[in-house]
């Protein structure tokens, strides 16, 4: 592994997308130019989206720079999780079957449901009376 290795890989969930560019590093996580503590202030954010690097005992091994946009908090940390586990799975192949087996390389495919004509939203219907 040379020190100009770089691994980028993208993770999607609902309407977030992250862009994931890890190096050998010291562990530093920077989102979209913020520090990683500064970006989630919610601690449950902050678990998701650094379980493929705590799983794989690889935290202070590589540092993280992504770029997030759409959705919201909890949707980016989702999409940086599977961001993460797809470029460490680059960096090292034999990860594979822990990720499998946690399911951090799976696409979370449940997106918002469109609205339908006639309704009030996906599936609400307007107040009904009988007369």
């Given at each position: 592994?040379?020190?100009?290795?770089?691994?980028?890989?993208?993770?999607?969930?609902?309407?977030?997308?992250?862009?994931?560019?890890?190096?050998?590093?010291?562990?530093?996580?920077?989102?979209?130019?913020?520090?990683?503590?500064?970006?989630?202030?919610?601690?449950?954010?902050?678990?998701?989206?650094?379980?493929?690097?705590?799983?794989?005992?690889?935290?202070?091994?590589?540092?993280?720079?992504?770029?997030?946009?759409?959705?919201?908090?909890?949707?980016?940390?989702?999409?940086?999780?599977?961001?993460?586990?797809?470029?460490?799975?680059?960096?090292?192949?034999?990860?594979?079957?822990?990720?499998?087996?946690?399911?951090?390389?799976?696409?979370?495919?449940?997106?918002?449901?469109?609205?339908?004509?006639?309704?009030?939203?996906?599936?609400?219907?307007?107040?009904?009376?009988k007369r």
């Amino acid at each position: 592994m040379t020190e100009s290795t770089k691994y980028v890989a993208l993770g999607r969930r609902k309407e977030s997308t992250a862009r994931v560019r890890m190096e050998p590093g010291d562990g530093q996580i920077t989102i979209n130019g913020r520090p990683f503590e500064k970006y989630f202030l919610r601690e449950t954010d902050r678990i998701i989206a650094k379980q493929p690097l705590a799983i794989t005992e690889s935290a202070g091994k590589f540092n993280v720079a992504a770029r997030l946009n759409g959705g919201g908090l909890t949707g980016q940390a989702g999409a940086l999780r599977l961001g993460i586990a797809r470029a460490l799975l680059i960096a090292d192949s034999n990860f594979k079957d822990i990720f499998r087996k946690n399911g951090y390389l799976t696409r979370d495919p449940r997106m918002k449901e469109r609205k339908k004509y006639g309704l009030k939203g996906a599936r609400k219907r307007f107040q009904w009376t009988k007369r």
